[in-house]
């Protein structure tokens, strides 16, 4: 998937396809090599909304002759005033207006489609917004099988967002939610095309910027998930640290976190199953085909004095009643940090 920069506006068309949840429950799936599918997911949105100028200056002003010049300027020894005023004006001119005005104006790039792949133990929607609304939102895809969180066949989405949806917005949102067993988690790429047939840099969960808020409010796969209107009220109430201390996480909490909780960041895909989930290593490899190697998986500490990973794992279902963990869960991740490619 730190300092906020509009770059990335939503409209309502994009082209995605993901797969619906089945039955069942996250036992591990056989590792499958087959072609993964699209993935599709309902959207809800709402409206929102240099040339290259190369001065290349180099006056000469002297009235010595060519023959003079050159033999002064080569030799760059003369203490003439019309061969020092000739390189100063000539290189500096040259160098200050014509390679920087070209480096910072004429490489600029026209914004670009972003695809995204993402998968989660259990369930998951992202959007796209500013601090205080999600305006586009893609969602929400509701895993009750192990096969269809991991394998290729069945396991991860792939969304393609045009460039003109993400344009106007501040912030990436992933909004995740698990049932109450086993494990629990959200995995995932976020990258830009690069206008040129390949694509540039990626931004994946796991990597720093990420915030959290912890609602209180469960939601069990199956059930539809949190809406869109619950969603963007409770982010103005994460904005201003005013949910139950209790239950939640108060406000948004970062990687170091706070008394009520902290982002948290787990393995990398690259970390098969070692006989079956445990702390340090909870999930088996996702997908290799789709999700790179060096994606982490993501989820949200709900008690990072005693909770710490990998001896001790918020990654695993920590049991007991209620809604220990504080779920639902709403990530987000200023767009500046999703780089255009250069």
Avoid at 34 to 56: F, I, K, V
Avoid at 60 to 75: C, I, K, L, Q, R
Avoid at 292 to 313: A, G, H, K, L, Y
Wanted: with cysteine.
């Amino acid at each position: 998937m730190l300092r906020l920069e509009s770059s990335l506006p939503f409209a309502l068309a994009f082209t995605l396809a993901c797969n619906s949840g089945g039955g069942g429950n996250d036992e591990v799936a056989a590792d499958t090599t087959s072609a993964s599918e699209t993935g599709s997911g309902e959207s809800s949105s709402s409206e929102s909304g240099e040339s290259s100028s190369e001065t290349n200056a180099s006056t000469d002003t002297s009235v010595d002759t060519s023959a003079d010049t050159s033999t002064d300027t080569s030799a760059d020894t003369s203490t003439d005033t019309s061969t020092d005023t000739s390189t100063d004006t000539g290189t500096d001119t040259s160098t200050d207006t014509g390679t920087d005005t070209s480096t910072d104006t004429g490489m600029m790039l026209e914004p670009t489609d972003i695809e995204v792949v993402i998968t989660a133990d259990n369930a998951y929607g992202f959007g796209y917004g500013t601090s205080d609304i999600i305006n586009n939102y893609y969602g929400g895809i509701e895993n009750t099988t192990a096969g269809q969180i991991f394998n290729c066949a069945e396991g991860p989405e792939l969304y393609m967002i045009p460039a003109e949806v993400a344009d106007a917005a501040t912030h990436l949102y992933i909004i995740a939610w698990a049932d109450s067993a086993v494990t629990q988690g959200v995995l995932g790429r976020f990258r830009r095309l690069d206008g040129m047939g390949g694509f540039g840099d990626a931004v994946l969960t796991g990597d720093m910027g990420w915030e959290v808020c912890a609602t209180g409010i469960d939601y069990q796969p199956g059930s539809g998930g949190p809406p869109l209107a619950q969603v963007n009220q409770l982010i103005g109430s994460c904005n201003t640290d005013s949910l139950n201390p209790a239950t939640t996480s108060v406000g948004w909490v970062d990687e170091v976190g706070t008394q009520f909780g902290a982002v948290a960041v787990g393995e990398d895909n690259t970390t098969p199953y070692n006989g079956g989930p445990q702390a340090g290593n909870e999930f088996p490899l996702t997908c290799p085909m789709l999700m790179p190697p060096e994606t982490r998986w993501m989820w949200f500490n709900w008690d990072p004095q005693n909770v710490i990973w990998p001896q001790t794992s918020p990654f695993l279902w920590p049991g007991g009643n209620g809604n220990p963990d504080h779920q639902f869960l709403i990530f987000r991740l200023a767009t500046n940090l999703i780089p255009n490619p250069q």
